[in-house]
């Protein structure tokens, strides 16, 4: 059975190959004779866009040297399990020299790596391990802000005329006439407190959205463009073939940054992003590199709703290739401040997803995800981490993503069902968020801490940071020190790579599948969406388009069986996935759905 799936899988992989391989010839013959590249479905044809991507962050990945650090090498050795996955793209968080006020994105040193993560020697040979793979590799960039101990920074502090003083954003603030200091705005930080610090040395308050720690740069200053596109060069020359790009809509800043308005303190995000030179500085980023090399594009864009995202996004204006569009991870929560866990209902996640096929064009491309390391596990979030329920559910959001239109994006550990951590104090974070927030409510007595501890246990960014958990040796085989940096969660001898691996009914062995069906047909990158029943409250059904080819897939979202007739006299079709062994209704129009199932037919 094992030795059988392997077969397909690998002759999948192939196939896969020789089909990207043929794409992409005739794209380039295209090319030569001065054509238009062929249309699929009207959209253009791109590797990114049929990528499965796959988020590491380095330091719960793989600790390769027993300090408790997931590190470089650490990757390496996990490479086959990725390839293994299917997984075409690895986008790395940030690996650069940091003082890790918030775990890397706080770069002091853009060119070198971090001293945990190891050495450039090794960053080249885990890119060099990719490629062997057929497998590219994606990084982090982080230039809205630097950290305070780069070096522009400990220049730009010393003096108001120090040379690098422009690429940092420097104001006075107001001064009462008892000579009480504050600051030039009302602007909070997304990690509370106010935006602004004020800086003794020259008497001045420098902006930082984030920590303190992460001053904002001025990107008003072209030195401070030319610096950051001279830096993307130098990873780009080294191989990786692209970015995703840290909050990036936050770089151009709101024209003579008045006071936030009550409505505006609000949802601050949508304030501060998509100021009024962002679409000039992401086209010169575009003209002077992007535009240079075979890469890919994803902005993280917070403070960015839907109908901004062709501003960021449509082919025809060069600037970004994807973003990321938070609607559907925040659902029932804020990306800003204290987040609480609120309810949430299928109609409305499915309202998303279908406005998204509506308002985005085929110059657009779009991303699907529900995690990333600032947000909690899938399966404890969106569905249910109860014993009996962890692997359907988890199989089923696994489903969505891989089958929803637009490129999937996978975070480590989510393709085992990894669950929230079962935090209980304050102790228990590693998150500058966590500790910055509890300064802020819980030491000035807002609220109480109970309440605080009890809705960060359910959002918390650490949910998605605990290491991953490999095998059911201690410390889950992630380190063979005694203390990772953060603690490993205790679910582990369960919960394991190992385990998973050899267990043929797994969500590990399910994604397999999944990422090898996608694989196998275009109609799950270009074909078109169409949800057949919106208002259901359990049952998602959609269908994928591509000419004649045609794909239902149909999800259970509860706990409850229950029978679904599909709509308007629809037949299933034949069955190519099922998360249930037993499950082998084909061309019937009432499907017997299991808690949590769900199933792929092809009509
Ligand atoms: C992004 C990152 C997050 C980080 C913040 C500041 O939101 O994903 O982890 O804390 O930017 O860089
Ligand atoms: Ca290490």
Not at 190 to 217: C, I, M, R, V
């Amino acid at each position: 059975m094992a030795s059988e799936l392997t077969r397909t899988l690998f002759c999948m992989f192939l196939r896969n190959l020789f089909r990207s391989a043929v794409i992409t010839a005739l794209i380039s013959l295209a090319a030569a004779s001065g054509q238009e590249p062929k249309l699929i479905n009207g959209y253009e044809p791109k590797w990114w866009k049929e990528a499965v991507v796959y988020q590491i962050y380095p330091r719960s990945f793989k600790d390769s040297n027993g300090d408790g650090i997931g590190d470089l090498p650490g990757i390496t050795s996990k490479l086959d399990y990725l390839q293994k996955l299917g997984v075409n793209v690895i986008w790395l968080s940030p690996h650069f020299d940091s003082p890790n006020a918030d775990n890397g994105y706080d770069i002091r040193d853009y060119r070198k790596v971090m001293t945990e993560f190891g050495t450039m020697a090794d960053f080249d040979t885990l890119l060099a391990g990719i490629k062997e793979r057929h497998m590219r590799l994606i990084i982090d960039l982080v230039v809205n802000h630097t950290s305070d101990e780069n070096k522009w920074f400990v220049e730009s502090r010393k003096s108001k005329d120090n040379p690098y003083r422009d690429f940092y954003i420097w104001r006075p603030g107001h001064t009462a006439p008892d000579g009480t200091r504050t600051p030039p705005n009302n602007y909070p930080s997304y990690f509370s407190g106010s935006a602004w610090t004020l800086d003794p040395t020259t008497n001045e308050y420098y902006l930082h959205y984030f920590a303190a720690k992460q001053p904002d740069l001025n990107w008003a200053d072209p030195k401070v463009r030319e610096e950051v596109f001279s830096l993307m060069r130098f990873w780009l020359d080294k191989g990786v073939s692209g970015f995703r790009m840290d909050v990036i809509p936050l770089i151009s800043k709101p024209t003579g940054m008045p006071d936030l308005t009550a409505e505006q303190l609000k949802n601050p995000p949508n304030a501060y992003a998509n100021g009024p030179h962002l679409a000039e500085y992401l086209h010169e980023m575009n003209r002077e590199v992007l535009s240079r090399y075979d890469d890919m594009s994803v902005g993280e864009a917070t403070g960015t709703t839907l109908a901004q995202t062709s501003n960021l996004v449509d082919d025809r204006r060069h600037e970004l290739n994807m973003i990321f569009n938070f609607d559907a991870i925040k659902l029932g929560r804020s990306d800003f401040g204290l987040s609480q866990l609120g309810p949430w209902s299928l109609p409305e996640l499915k309202a998303i997803y279908d406005e998204h096929a509506t308002v985005l064009t085929k110059h657009d491309w779009d991303t699907v995800f529900l995690s990333n390391h600032d947000n909690p596990r899938i399966v404890s979030t969106f569905g249910d981490d109860s014993p009996g329920m962890r692997v359907p559910s988890a199989k089923l959001f696994e489903t969505l993503i891989l089958t929803l239109r637009g490129t999937p994006f996978l975070y480590e550990g989510d393709e085992l069902g990894m669950t929230d951590f079962p935090f209980k104090t304050l102790a228990d974070y590693d998150d500058i968020a966590v500790k910055n927030a509890y300064k802020a409510l819980v030491d000035t007595g807002k609220i109480s801490a109970s309440t605080f501890l009890a809705s960060q246990a359910k959002v918390s960014r650490d949910n998605a940071r605990t290491p991953m958990q490999w095998d059911s040796t201690a410390e889950a085989g992630f380190t063979t020190g005694t203390h990772p940096w953060l603690a490993v969660n205790p679910n582990y001898k369960e919960i394991n790579a190992a385990q998973e691996n050899s267990d043929p009914a797994s969500v590990l062995n399910y994604v397999r599948a999944l990422i090898a069906l996608r694989a196998r047909s275009l109609a799950f990158v270009y074909g078109d969406f169409d949800d057949l029943d919106p208002q259901h409250p359990h049952v998602f059904a959609y269908t994928r388009t591509l000419g004649k080819e045609k794909y239902l897939v149909v999800e259970n979202f509860g706990s409850a069986a229950l029978d679904y007739v599909l709509p308007n006299g629809l037949k299933a079709g034949h069955l190519v996935l099922s998360d249930m062994p037993g499950s082998r209704q084909s061309q019937v129009s009432t499907l017997h759905l299991a808690p949590w199932e769900s199933r792929i037919y092809q009509q």
